[in-house]
């Protein structure tokens, strides 16, 4: 077993180090969307609707009785889904993957703006948690996932432009298509934690806030 385990963190290892500007491309598109998410956050002056919503968010959980989220859980997969397709649709194609960058940008962007959100209505301590509980969690298989998923993406881009032998191409399709298939594995993990661990921290915990 420890082998086994010393041997994926190898080969992960040199595919980090054999591919690292795509992964430094990738985590730097992903880190600018953080950072404009909370910078549009601080800049906005609608902060009396995103006070509204946070707080309405709160109120919804409170009255939410028996922890059933399998609605929450199946619209997650649905959107889950729906990403990994078009990330692997867009990575295929040589104009595509502009539309890679965007989603990682997006996704970035996404998560700095929640983050931000919660520390402006619930306070540095009191969001700081709430963020822990609602956000970091499952984003530990998530986040990870779309990088390597968007390196896999723009592996392909440099294969299919630098090497036009239809043969190899289809050898990168075929490897890109499989990181995808494990990629949507761990997202679909990824909403399980993100409805069976998440949310019912957040109901035993949401009175506090």
């Known amino acids: ?15 980090i180090e054999n591919n690292l500007k795509s992964y430094a491309i990738i985590v730097i598109l992903f880190a600018v969307g953080i950072f404009l998410g909370v910078v549009i956050i601080n800049q906005t002056e609608a902060k009396g609707e995103i006070e509204k919503y946070i707080n309405t968010y709160i109120d919804e959980t409170k009255t939410i009785e028996n922890g059933d989220y399998s609605g929450e859980l199946q619209n997650d997969i649905k959107n889950n889904i729906a990403l990994v397709f078009l990330l692997w649709f867009a990575g295929t194609t040589i104009i595509g993957i502009p539309i890679v960058f965007g989603i990682i940008l997006f996704r970035g962007f996404c998560l700095g703006y929640t983050i931000a959100s919660c ?32 390196v896999s993406c723009i592996k392909l881009y440099n294969s299919i432009v630098k090497d036009r032998r239809k043969e190899n191409i289809k050898i990168s399709i075929i490897k890109h298509s499989l990181i995808t298939l494990m990629v949507l594995v761990a997202l679909i993990v990824s909403s399980f934690i993100k409805t069976e661990v998440s949310y019912r921290l957040i109901i035993n915990l949401i009175k506090y806030f």
Do not use: A, C, H, W
Not at 1 to 15: A, C, L, Q
Not at 120 to 139: A, H, P
């Open 1 to 15: 077993m420890r082998k086994r385990k010393n041997e994926i963190f190898t080969i992960v290892k040199e595919d």
């Open 119 to 150: 520390v402006y209505v619930l306070g540095r301590v009191k969001g700081l948690i709430f963020i822990l509980i609602t956000v970091f969690i499952q984003n530990i298989i998530f986040i990870p996932s779309i990088i390597i998923l968007g």
